[in-house]
C-alpha cells in the first residue's frame, strides 16, 4: 500500500482550521506507516554512500556488494553516487536518514568534511561500516580496507630495485585529502628516502581518474626530456600515464607502476599482461567483506572495529595465476 503525502496548500484555512491542525499529525502517521512497512516486511536496510563511481575500481566494489548481497534475503540496499563532491555526499547520508536506515556503509570522498555526518549516524545509534578511506576519529562500528601506507611502501622498495636505485619518477597522486592517497605517497616516499640519486621531478594530483592523468602526464613530458619511471597512486591514472606517453613515442623509455590490480581487459592485471604495466598491487574493494560484517552486526554477534585485507604485487613473472578466476586461486 503506497501512502500520499497530505497536499497542505489544499486546506481552506477560513473554513477548515481543524484539517489544518490535524495535518501535522497525518505526515508523522505517514512516517509512521512507512517504517512500519518495511519493518513488517522483514528486510534490513542499509545505506550504501559511495564517494564516486568514476574510478574502476569503485564500480568493483559496488558490484562486489551488490552480488554478495543477493545471498541475504534479509538485507535491501538503497545506493548514492556522491560524484567526489563532498557536500553531496553529506547530503546522500541525510537522505539515508530520513529513509530510516538500519546500517550505513560509506567510503567517504575525504576524511575531514565527512567525519561530522557519519558522527551523527553513529551517535544514533545507526551502526557504520566505512570502506577504503578512514574519518578522522573512531565513530563508526568497522573498517574494512587495505594498508595503503605498506602498499605505497612495498611498490617504493620494487621502484628502487627495478631502478637500481638511481632515476626520475613522476608521481601521480590521487585525491589529496583521502587517506589513501596521502598513505601511498608517504609509504613510497619513505622506502626511496634512502637512495639519494632517486628523484620525484614531478608529482602532480589526478584525483584517480585517468583522463586527468593523461592531462598532467602530458606537461610531466613536455617539462622532463628523461624519465625513468611513473609511479600513479592507480591503475587509471597509470593507464593515463602510459597513453600519454604512448602518444609521444615515449613510452618504451620508461616504466608504469600502478595500483589496484583488478581483473577484466582494463584492469591492471591485463596491463601488466600486456606489458604495459611493470606492477601494480591488488588493492580489494571489501564490497564482499561489508556485506558479511553488515549481516554479522544485524545478527547481534561481536564484529571487530578493524579489517585489514591482504595484498600481493603483480609482475610480469606471477601475472598468470592472477589472471585465473578467483575460485581456483
Given at each position: 500500500m503506497i501512502l500520499k503525502q497530505p497536499r497542505l496548500e489544499r486546506v481552506d484555512r477560513r473554513t477548515d482550521v481543524t484539517s489544518a491542525r490535524l495535518t501535522p499529525v497525518l505526515l508523522l502517521l505517514v512516517v509512521a506507516f512507512a517504517a512500519c512497512g518495511r519493518a513488517k516486511s522483514g528486510k534490513h536496510l542499509i545505506g550504501f554512500s559511495q564517494c564516486n563511481l568514476g574510478e574502476p575500481w569503485r564500480v568493483a566494489m559496488n558490484s562486489q556488494f551488490a552480488a554478495r548481497a543477493k545471498d541475504f534475503p534479509d538485507l535491501e540496499v538503497a545506493y548514492a553516487d556522491a560524484q567526489q563532491d563532498n557536500a553531496k555526499q553529506v547530503a546522500d547520508v541525510e537522505n539515508f536518514l530520513r529513509q530510516r536506515i538500519d546500517l550505513l556503509v560509506i567510503?567517504?570522498?575525504?576524511?575531514?568534511?565527512?567525519?561530522?555526518?557519519?558522527?551523527?549516524?553513529?551517535?544514533?545509534?545507526?551502526?557504520?561500516?566505512?570502506?577504503?578511506?578512514?574519518?578522522?576519529?573512531?565513530?563508526?562500528?568497522?573498517?574494512?580496507?587495505?594498508?595503503?601506507?605498506?602498499?605505497?611502501?612495498?611498490?617504493?622498495?620494487?621502484?628502487?630495485?627495478?631502478?637500481?636505485?638511481?632515476?626520475?619518477?613522476?608521481?601521480?597522486?590521487?585525491?589529496?585529502?583521502?587517506?589513501?592517497?596521502?598513505?601511498?605517497?608517504?609509504?613510497?616516499r619513505e622506502a626511496i628516502a634512502a637512495f639519494p640519486d632517486i628523484h620525484i621531478v614531478h608529482d602532480p594530483v589526478a584525483n584517480w581518474l585517468r583522463e586527468e592523468a593523461m592531462a598532467q602526464m602530458e606537461s610531466a613530458l613536455a617539462a622532463h626530456p628523461h624519465i625513468d619511471l611513473v609511479y600513479a597512486h592507480n591503475d587509471p591514472m597509470a593507464a593515463g600515464a602510459y597513453l600519454a606517453a604512448k602518444a609521444k613515442g615515449r613510452e618504451g623509455e620508461m616504466k608504469f607502476v600502478g595500483i589496484d590490480a583488478l581483473p577484466g581487459l582494463d584492469g591492471g592485471i591485463q596491463m601488466v599482461a600486456d606489458g604495459k604495466l611493470s606492477a601494480t598491487f591488488v588493492y580489494p574493494t571489501g564490497g564482499k567483506e561489508a556485506v558479511e560484517i553488515a549481516e554479522k552486526i544485524f545478527k547481534g554477534e561481536p564484529v571487530p572495529h578493524k579489517i585489514v585485507l591482504p595484498t600481493a604485487m603483480v609482475t610480469k613473472e606471477n601475472v598468470a595465476q592472477f589472471q585465473q578466476p578467483a575460485a581456483t586461486r
Open positions: 567510503s567517504p570522498n575525504e576524511a575531514k568534511p565527512l567525519t561530522p555526518i557519519v558522527k551523527r549516524v553513529f551517535e544514533a545509534k545507526i551502526p557504520v561500516i566505512i570502506l577504503d578511506r578512514a574519518i578522522e576519529g573512531n565513530t563508526y562500528t568497522t573498517f574494512i580496507g587495505a594498508d595503503n601506507k605498506l602498499i605505497g611502501k612495498v611498490a617504493g622498495e620494487y621502484i628502487t630495485k627495478a631502478l637500481n636505485g638511481k632515476g626520475d619518477i613522476v608521481e601521480i597522486q590521487g585525491l589529496p585529502g583521502s587517506p589513501p592517497a596521502r598513505d601511498r605517497r608517504d609509504g613510497f
